[in-house]
């Protein structure tokens, strides 16, 4: 590699886009063996990493500026599922060769994202090999109150934000060579529902975000919570592109089964939807009831079993 570590990460990774807010926390950032970081008093640390591989979660040829938006999105979508507001994150990037055009891009996209959501790009490594980004973010919660898996109860009913499937919708769109499509642009940039999660605590009982399709995604809650949810095919949202697929199977196929939406699906209380519904238009997020939790076990779609839809690697290149 031409360029070097050190000279990499100070040309693309520092400056004042990616530099921390005063009362983040970062006592140092970039720059020593570690960074120090202070956790906020009376709150809990919460940690996810997300590593995405080219050519197994996103198609290698991908535009560098949606790459780098997906891979923090995803790592945000984690801490919106729990309720936590970001903090920090790490990057470690692997990469083929030392393209400065793609690095800016990325760099740019990351610095966006990053942004936005008031979160510091607190260190970082470089290395050599198949293109491969790992972000590991760092948020907080006031103490106790971070959202779980492991609350629904019989009775709760199950909410779903945005209208899943229209991601991979999006992700047929973009294979196909189209990235102008309202699908395709969901696909390619998902909107963390870092706000919705965060007024979701104390609210919902249980939530999770989209990442492998709300069936599954579902069965996780189920699981965790040792309770059944039951989604009702006929409430789903249903994006007008979805709506309008030629085959309804397919279009509920997507919902339940296609993935990569990062909205978040929670349970809550029945007493608890007005509330909902208050912070769903307070924050213009959709938020739609789609089934409940019942005495038993796993996810199902009342009279519907979608084509499975999970796991997929791209081997565009
Ligand atoms: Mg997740």
Redesign the pocket.
């Known amino acids: 590699m031409a360029l070097g570590e050190f000279e990499l990460i100070a040309r693309y990774f520092t400056g004042d886009r990616f530099a921390y807010q005063p009362g983040a926390g970062v006592v140092l950032g970039v720059g020593d063996d570690c960074a120090i970081l202070r956790v906020p008093d009376g709150e809990d640390l919460l940690v996810?990493i997300d590593t995405l591989v080219a050519g197994v979660h996103f198609p290698a040829r991908l535009d560098p500026a949606h790459i780098a938006h997906r891979a923090l999105a995803v790592n945000l979508?984690?801490l919106a599922?729990m309720g936590a507001r970001p903090l920090w994150f790490t990057l470690a990037l692997t990469l083929p060769a030392i393209d400065e055009h793609w690095l800016a891009a990325f760099a740019d996209a990351l610095a966006v994202l990053a942004q936005r959501f008031g979160i510091a790009l607190v260190g970082g490594d470089t290395t050599s090999g198949p293109l491969s980004i790992t972000i590991q973010v760092h948020g907080a919660a006031p103490a106790g109150s971070a959202l779980r898996r492991s609350g629904a109860r019989p009775a709760d009913e199950v909410w779903v934000s945005g209208t899943p499937g229209l991601a991979a919708l999006g992700l047929r769109h973009v294979l196909a060579g189209s990235r102008d499509t309202v699908a395709a642009r969901t696909f390619l940039r998902p909107e963390p529902r870092i706000a919705l999660g965060s007024a979701l605590r104390g609210v919902a009982s249980a939530a999770?975000?989209v990442?492998d399709g709300l069936l599954a995604?579902a069965a996780h809650i189920a699981e965790r919570s040792r309770v059944a949810l039951v989604i009702e095919p006929r409430q789903l949202p249903l994006a007008p592109e979805l709506a309008a697929l030629a085959g309804r199977d397919d279009a509920l196929s997507l919902a339940l089964g296609g993935g990569d939406d990062y909205e978040l699906c929670f349970t809550a209380a029945p007493g608890r939807a007005p509330a909902i519904e208050t912070i769903a238009a307070g924050l213009g997020v959709a938020c739609t009831r789609i089934g409940r939790v019942e005495a038993g076990e796993g996810a199902r779609c009342t009279g519907f079993v979608p084509r499975r839809a999970g796991y997929r690697h791209f081997a565009d290149d």
């Open positions: 996810s979508s984690d599922a999770i975000d990442s995604d």
